[in-house]
């Protein structure tokens, strides 16, 4: 699974289990953010929409489930 770690100066940082590279922040959709499921097309790393999802909802899940 891709997941874009963070943005900066041009450069999107993702990471890949427990490897990360860097590309260039205009290889990313226009709707590609932080956090975010990417999956590669032709050079462009597209979100993967319902993975971002489903990553945001176990993360919120896991949040509420330290203060319960």
Do not use: H, T
């Not at 975010?36 to 896991?62: C, F, H, M, P, T």
């Amino acid at each position: 699974m891709l997941i874009v770690d963070r943005i900066s100066d041009g450069i999107a940082v993702i990471e890949d289990g427990d490897i990360c590279f860097d590309v260039p922040a205009a290889a990313l959709a226009e709707d590609v953010g932080e956090g975010d499921v990417v999956v590669s097309e032709n050079g462009v790393y597209i979100k993967d929409q319902s993975a971002s999802a489903k990553r945001r909802s176990d993360i919120i899940k896991l949040q509420n489930d330290l203060w319960e």
